[in-house]
């Protein structure tokens, strides 16, 4: 069963943007009544107990940390600096969020306490939220062959005499580009606000600045220009392909067609793949020339031999990654076409009986063919994050016992 990971939008002018509000709800906390140990709400309990006394929780705090990951035959990382070594993250009374992880931690938010001293009494329970801000620099949730980039939530617990207890919870973020430098319009800016509903009026901005992210995603994407492509070889023209659009977001389908009618040189077959393409910049590649990762997320084949006309509708998964670059990575969208062209004749008319009869068409056993390529690149931008999140239809709870 697939995972469920919220999706986080971050496209703020400010550091980045709060998880949503399913994100923001932490484990609650109960005390049983049998006196046994704290656990998550909905975990089972163990059988009764004799002692009734009150449970007593040091602390519990909350981070969000980005996990970087390389492949070591693809990606060269210059050494890591030991001197910085913090002798602390092996102790384990220090809340260390990426404590046990493999890669680097590359962005982390500051941690924030949840509680100190917390006192539960038999049946007692206690609530928290979390709300923070993602940095605007930081790259988008990313599962590629070469790198990786995880975003997790972290929270960690201590019980009184105990060790820190850790929970990890992976969430999804979609980058936008664009809102870095938007203004509010002035008369927003002066508008007279008030100090008591500081939290409402957080809220609303966040609320607005997600309406111009999705107004900017429509607009970018809603924009529609007939594209034309001829296809020819090296002995005449194939056809041409016609699009109305490259920019998309994902969720969205990619639809051309084909038009066979006006091309000298008959086509027999065409594939269309829909591709990533994942290059490490060149300062980082492990050689020289390395060449670079595809990956296909859908593709459409057909046999066009006597097609005039044909289409194809390629889907942009929702748990894709929209395109991106960073100092190591860069991964772009394209529509990678592969033709099969013949020089020949194409067929041949038996007639069998006399002229009245139906005309039966055979083809040719044996057939010169030709093949080539063709790379048309389109731009992939993130989609609304509740849209990205029906991705899983299973709801997603986490526990942890301390």
């Given at each position: 069963m697939p995972e469920r990971r919220p999706s986080v939008a971050r496209a703020l002018p400010r550091a980045g943007r709060a998880l949503p509000e399913r994100s923001r709800a932490l484990p609650e906390l109960c005390r049983s009544r049998?006196?046994?140990?704290l656990r998550g709400r909905g975990e089972a309990r163990p059988g009764a107990a004799s002692s009734a006394e009150r449970e007593m929780l040091a602390w519990a705090s909350a981070q969000i940390h980005c996990q970087f990951h390389a492949s070591e035959n693809r990606v060269a990382l210059p050494p890591s600096d030991g001197s910085k070594h913090d002798v602390q993250a092996e102790n384990e009374t220090v809340f260390v969020p990426n404590r046990g992880e493999r890669g680097q931690c590359i962005l982390s938010t500051p941690p924030k306490i949840l509680f100190c001293d917390l006192r539960l009494d038999p049946g007692e329970s206690k609530s928290y939220s979390y709300c923070e801000t993602?940095?605007?620099?930081?790259?988008?949730?990313?599962?590629?062959?070469?790198?990786?980039?995880?975003?997790?939530?972290?929270?960690?617990c201590q019980r009184v005499n105990s060790p820190i207890k850790l929970l990890r919870v992976p969430f999804r973020v979609l980058v936008l580009h664009g809102l870095k430098d938007y203004q509010f319009p002035q008369d927003e800016a002066v508008a007279p606000s008030n100090p008591f509903l500081e939290e409402e009026e957080g809220l609303k901005k966040d609320s607005r600045l997600a309406d111009l992210a999705t107004e900017l995603l429509m607009v970018a994407t809603s924009r529609r220009s007939l594209h034309l492509y001829n296809i020819s070889n090296t002995r005449g023209k194939v056809g041409t392909f016609c699009i109305f659009k490259t920019v998309y977001k994902i969720g969205e389908d990619v639809i051309g067609t084909f038009n066979f009618s006006e091309g000298d040189i008959p086509c027999l077959q065409f594939s269309v793949s829909l591709q990533t393409e994942e290059s490490i910049q060149e300062e980082f590649q492990r050689r020289r020339g390395q060449p670079v990762s595809f990956s296909t997320h859908a593709r459409h084949q057909e046999a066009c031999l006597h097609t005039a006309q044909s289409s194809f509708s390629l889907p942009i998964p929702l748990s894709s990654t929209p395109g991106f670059t960073t100092n190591i990575v860069s991964l772009k969208w394209r529509l990678h076409f592969e033709f099969v062209t013949s020089g020949e004749s194409a067929g041949t008319c038996l007639v069998r009986g006399s002229q009245s009869e139906a005309v039966t068409w055979t083809g040719v056993e044996q057939m010169e063919v030709d093949t080539f390529s063709w790379d048309l690149p389109i731009k992939v931008l993130p989609t609304n994050p509740i849209l990205a999140s029906y991705v899983s239809q299973f709801s997603n709870t986490n526990s942890i016992t301390i």
């Open positions: 049998s006196g046994g140990p993602l940095p605007i620099d930081g790259p988008p949730s990313f599962r590629g062959q070469s790198v990786k980039y995880v975003y997790k939530l972290t929270i960690g």
